[in-house]
Protein backbone atom coordinates (compact mmCIF):
# COMPACT_ATOMS: atom_id res chain seq x y z
CA UNK A 1 0.00 0.00 0.00
CA UNK A 2 1.34 3.49 -0.97
CA UNK A 3 1.00 6.31 1.39
CA UNK A 4 -0.18 9.47 -0.23
CA UNK A 5 1.44 12.89 1.27
CA UNK A 6 -0.34 15.13 2.15
CA UNK A 7 1.24 18.81 1.41
CA UNK A 8 0.40 21.89 2.45
CA UNK A 9 0.91 25.23 0.16
CA UNK A 10 4.65 25.11 0.88
CA UNK A 11 4.66 22.08 0.13
CA UNK A 12 5.38 20.41 3.88
CA UNK A 13 4.31 16.99 4.68
CA UNK A 14 0.81 17.58 7.07
CA UNK A 15 1.37 14.30 8.50
CA UNK A 16 4.67 15.54 9.76
CA UNK A 17 3.82 18.91 11.03
CA UNK A 18 0.55 17.65 13.54
CA UNK A 19 3.08 14.84 14.78
CA UNK A 20 5.11 17.89 15.35
CA UNK A 21 2.42 19.89 17.24
CA UNK A 22 1.39 16.99 19.05
CA UNK A 23 4.85 16.52 20.22
CA UNK A 24 4.97 20.56 21.56
CA UNK A 25 1.92 20.12 23.13
CA UNK A 26 2.85 17.27 24.62
CA UNK A 27 5.94 18.70 25.90
CA UNK A 28 3.99 22.49 26.79
CA UNK A 29 1.59 20.11 28.90
CA UNK A 30 4.38 18.02 30.99
CA UNK A 31 6.05 21.53 31.50
CA UNK A 32 2.67 22.80 32.68
CA UNK A 33 2.05 19.80 34.94
CA UNK A 34 5.75 20.45 36.37
CA UNK A 35 5.44 24.30 36.98
CA UNK A 36 2.23 23.13 39.00
CA UNK A 37 3.72 20.65 40.96
CA UNK A 38 6.67 22.70 41.76
CA UNK A 39 4.56 25.29 43.26
CA UNK A 40 2.55 23.05 44.91
CA UNK A 41 5.33 21.52 46.88
CA UNK A 42 7.21 25.23 47.52
CA UNK A 43 2.99 26.54 48.65
CA UNK A 44 3.71 23.64 51.47
CA UNK A 45 7.63 24.48 52.67
CA UNK A 46 6.30 28.02 52.48
CA UNK A 47 2.91 27.17 54.61
CA UNK A 48 5.34 24.50 57.21
CA UNK A 49 8.47 24.98 57.31
CA UNK A 50 8.95 28.35 57.82
CA UNK A 51 8.67 30.04 61.07
CA UNK A 52 5.86 32.23 61.17
CA UNK A 53 7.84 35.72 60.98
CA UNK A 54 9.80 34.04 58.19
CA UNK A 55 6.61 33.18 56.29
CA UNK A 56 5.00 36.49 56.56
CA UNK A 57 8.03 38.22 55.14
CA UNK A 58 8.23 36.02 52.41
CA UNK A 59 4.26 36.51 51.28
CA UNK A 60 4.99 40.53 51.41
CA UNK A 61 8.10 40.09 49.70
CA UNK A 62 7.58 37.68 46.75
CA UNK A 63 3.76 37.60 46.90
CA UNK A 64 2.56 41.20 47.67
CA UNK A 65 6.22 42.08 46.12
CA UNK A 66 6.43 45.05 48.25
CA UNK A 67 9.99 46.21 48.86
CA UNK A 68 12.05 45.43 51.70
CA UNK A 69 12.28 49.42 53.44
CA UNK A 70 8.25 49.26 53.00
CA UNK A 71 7.85 45.96 55.03
CA UNK A 72 10.30 47.29 57.46
CA UNK A 73 8.33 50.00 58.12
CA UNK A 74 4.72 48.68 58.14
CA UNK A 75 6.26 45.91 60.90
CA UNK A 76 8.06 48.72 62.59
CA UNK A 77 11.58 46.78 62.30
CA UNK A 78 15.17 47.57 60.97
CA UNK A 79 15.12 46.83 57.15
CA UNK A 80 18.68 44.70 57.92
CA UNK A 81 16.24 42.78 60.00
CA UNK A 82 14.03 42.13 57.15
CA UNK A 83 16.66 40.88 54.70
CA UNK A 84 17.98 38.64 56.62
CA UNK A 85 14.87 36.96 57.78
CA UNK A 86 14.14 36.77 53.94
CA UNK A 87 17.51 35.29 53.57
CA UNK A 88 17.40 33.05 56.17
CA UNK A 89 13.81 31.38 54.92
CA UNK A 90 15.08 31.21 51.21
CA UNK A 91 17.60 28.94 52.58
CA UNK A 92 15.05 27.00 54.13
CA UNK A 93 13.28 26.86 51.33
CA UNK A 94 16.50 26.03 49.07
CA UNK A 95 17.32 23.03 50.85
CA UNK A 96 13.97 21.68 51.22
CA UNK A 97 13.01 22.60 47.48
CA UNK A 98 16.65 20.58 47.09
CA UNK A 99 15.49 18.16 43.85
CA UNK A 100 12.89 20.15 42.59
CA UNK A 101 14.42 22.88 40.94
Given at each position: ???R?????????L????????????????????R????A?????????L?????Q???????????????????????S???????????????C?????
Amino acid sequence: MIKRLQLNRYGEDLGGMAAYRRAQNDAEDAGRAYRRQTRAVLRNVVDHQLTPRQRQMVRMYYYERKSMPRIAAELGVNKSTVSRTVARARRVIARCMNGWV
